[in-house]
């Protein structure tokens, strides 16, 4: 037998051994690849079918999700500098990913609402990493209770506001699925990170939250109140991106 007949032969025998083990969502990608290899098939699995759709991530599949984000942050050039300021935690909602801010401003300088080009760098690539599969995103922009003065009528409800559509629009623009994001949400100093420090840079901070699959659609199925929340919660003191909450003070 010659050595690239062997070679292949052994190529094949471990795809095989891999599918035999693989779950039936990934086999029923691989399988569509085959019928329709042109991509035109709306069958969702591997991003090699569909149009850019990609693996549902379920429950069980968010540590993985994680692991695979924390790999492709590796290759970026200030990796080293924003490491430790990304924290992903896997949430009862879904996979939950921070962007901590430090004193000087890592991600947002302090009082912009516009990312600054390590934020950008970092959107676009979760951006392209999760705009493959077909789970629903939220984007949440928080505050420190530091009162914002900059100028008159804005205050932290606005500039959490909008931090997370800022976000939303840069993310939607280098790779998610036009709709992928179901809520933005800004929450001011309402729900504080480091609650017994109300001023801690951390406490400023964009969360993108991949939902689950299951979640994002009972969601959706349940009556909205007159505020456009599910009626089954209570309802938080949040502003969506684009609205502007009665005049309140930011605490």
Do not use: C
Request: no cysteine; net charge negative.
């Amino acid at each position: 037998m010659a050595y690239a007949d062997f070679v292949t032969a052994m190529m094949a025998f471990f795809m095989v051994m891999w599918l035999m083990n693989a779950s039936p969502k990934v086999q029923e990608a691989v399988g569509g690849y085959f019928r329709d290899p042109t991509g035109k098939g709306k069958a969702s699995g591997s991003t090699l079918t569909g149009q850019g759709e990609g693996v549902e991530i379920s429950k069980d599949d968010m540590g993985e999700l994680k692991d695979r984000l924390e790999s492709a942050m590796k290759s970026m050039p200030r990796f080293e500098d924003m490491k430790d300021q990304v924290q992903m935690t896997v949430t009862g909602e879904g996979l939950r990913i921070e962007l901590l801010e430090t004193d000087k401003g890592m991600f947002f300088a302090s009082g912009s609402p516009m990312p600054s080009s390590v934020g950008e760098e970092l959107l676009v690539l979760l951006a392209n990493q999760l705009g493959q599969m077909p789970n629903n995103l939220l984007i949440e922009g928080h505050t420190d209770a530091k009162p914002f003065a900059a100028k008159a009528g804005y205050s932290n409800w606005e500039l959490s506001a909008d931090r997370a559509n800022a976000a939303r629009h840069l993310m939607e623009s280098a790779g998610l699925r036009q709709g992928q994001v179901a809520q933005v949400r800004g929450f001011a100093d309402r729900r504080l990170r480091v609650a017994d420090n109300p001023v801690h840079a951390s406490n400023r901070r964009i969360s993108v939250i991949v939902q689950y699959q299951a979640t994002a659609a009972s969601e959706d199925a349940k009556p909205a109140d007159a505020n456009g929340a599910p009626a089954s919660q209570e309802s938080k003191p949040e502003t969506e991106a684009g609205a502007r909450p009665e005049a309140k003070p930011a605490h």
